[in-house]
């Protein structure tokens, strides 16, 4: 690679010796998260991985894709790259355990105004820590740099994932019934959507980000880009011990978008107010944006990022084991038969 290099292409704003230095930056990161079925490193035209499908009688391939949105601005204004990567994973991965499936590949794609290689890396760590805390392999990815496309300090950042379960073991969300326990499993903040809401209310380009340190415990911009929660390795714990039902992830249209998408028509979702532990930071952004409840829980996770359905004769034993491994779980409702929706009480 040392003799590739064009002076025209770099005078069109394209430097491809700084990608060169941006992967080998990304390398040590990368191989944090080899797993056994890893089988290339970075680098090659495409990203090998060798299925072990031991236990599976019918494997059924789940995949998963989504990106960061403008989350990103946060990044930018602060200038901290190394956590948005966590997010990008767990938008995937969140959505790949809800059909029961175990993620096992990673791919991410970074599109640069200008490539400075510390700051790529940077993205990349945090890439490989959301692959660390959901147990698959980050097997390749594309840099892309694009003068003209994206201001030089800013870029956009995106993933794709793929997990595999045994076809008898996808969740079915037409076993449930009448009095089945939905089980809520905290959120660690505002996740990764809703930032377009979020921005419009602090007005994030032209405010103190330091600022409602009393109010949160930590500054805003802190907050507002603590990394989406991955709940992979919980959930793979309570599939092995626990018929789960239906698993939805509370992502863009809140509780009421998200959580019928796990319920099969002719039920709904009754959700108990009062079991649900509104975080601060959705009690401010409520406060200062002047916006209803029912907006807000049609547009934020209000501090529950998973909801797992099971039978009441599961619900406790399903809250000890989530509870064990470091969740903040806990019973806020159960299905009813009506309309399907989701409805207070």
Known sequence: MEKSFSDSYKAAGVDVTAGYKAVELMKAHVARTQTAGSLSGIGGFGGLFELDLTGMEKPVLVSGTDGVGTKLKLAFLLNKHDTVGIDCVAMCVNDIICAGAKPLVFLDYV?????YPEKVAQIVSGVAEGCVQAGCALVGGETAEMPGFYPEDEYDLAGFSVGAVDKSKILDMNTIEEGDVIIGLASSGVHSNGFSLVRKVFDVEHSDLSAYADRLGKPLGEELLTPTRIYVKPILKLL??????SISHITG???YENIPRAVPQGFQAVIDRDAVDVLPIFRLIQEVGNIPERDMFNTFNMGIGMCVVVGKEDADKAV???CACGEKAKRIGEIQKGEHTVSFR
């Open 111 to 115: 599109a640069v105004g200008k490539n």
């Open 253 to 255: 249209g809140g509780f």
């Open 240 to 245: 092995e011990q626990v018929k789960v039902k």
């Open 320 to 322: 000890e084991i989530l």
